[in-house]
């Protein structure tokens, strides 16, 4: 069955940092990945996507992240945190299987990273 | 440009009523979903459905229903509400289809819907 575990319930940056934010999967096929992102009291938006093409795979608002097989890993990096980026993180792999007649995912999403900018 | 519509966005309840939470999507998703969040749990899946007619439990679907009679609308409902039911739901969508591209599995969500359960 597939899995995320996210490394760090929160995190921390001074503006102008970096910012990394950790995220491992499992799955026993080739995986869809999603970094999806959550402001104070609203829903969630997808900030970027891995779906078997780029490895390094570009986002909005200046994020980016890198699927590394090898690692099982999709972290998600932004060169400079800007006060605008503090938010909630969650990243998410899609359990992709055969229900219905056709291939279908439900998106199973780890803990979630809160990530705060320090002025 | 609705996307996904959820009703109400707040509601306070004693324990042992029922109320209907709505979803609606105006995007002609086939796919759509229930999920709830509670802090540092993430978002857990209580029921989906793959078109009209068609719903399935994720995760967490004890103490709650669905039924898909229409493409557009999505409602789970609360038969007897209880205090573990205290969360914020989102509903949301998606195309369903291959893995040839068709179907990335990316959802998309409403604003969400804060229940209290006194």
């Known amino acids: 069955a597939q899995s995320v575990t996210q490394l760090g319930s929160h995190v921390s940056v001074s503006e102008g940092a970096l910012v990394l934010l950790r995220c491992n999967y499992s799955s026993s096929v080739p995986p869809y990945l999603f970094w999806y992102v959550q402001y104070p009291n609203q829903g969630l938006q997808l900030l970027l996507k891995?779906?078997?093409?780029?490895?390094l795979v570009k986002g909005i608002n200046g994020f980016e992240a890198e699927f590394k097989k090898s690692e099982t890993s999709f972290h998600l990096t932004k060169p400079s945190a800007h006060m605008r980026d503090a938010a909630e993180y969650f990243c998410a792999v899609s359990d992709f299987e055969e229900r219905y007649g056709g291939s279908q995912g439900n998106l199973i999403f780890g803990k979630g990273t809160k990530l705060s900018v320090k002025p | 440009n609705a996307g996904v519509t959820q009703t109400p966005k707040f509601q306070v309840l004693k324990t042992g009523q029922s109320m209907t939470l709505q979803c609606a999507q105006d995007m002609n998703h086939e796919y759509m979903s229930w999920y709830r969040q509670d802090p540092g749990m993430g978002l857990r899946l209580i029921h989906y459905?793959?078109?009209?007619?068609?719903?399935d439990q994720g995760e967490v679907p004890n103490g709650y229903n669905v039924s898909r009679s229409t493409t557009e609308d999505f409602p789970l409902r609360l038969l007897s509400a209880a205090p573990s039911q205290t969360s914020v739901y989102f509903c949301a969508s998606s195309y369903v289809g291959g893995r040839d591209g068709t179907n990335t599995g990316e959802l998309f969500f409403g604003e969400g819907s804060r229940l209290t359960v006194l």
């Open positions: 891995y779906t078997s093409a780029a490895t």
């Open positions: 459905s793959v078109g009209a007619g068609i719903t």
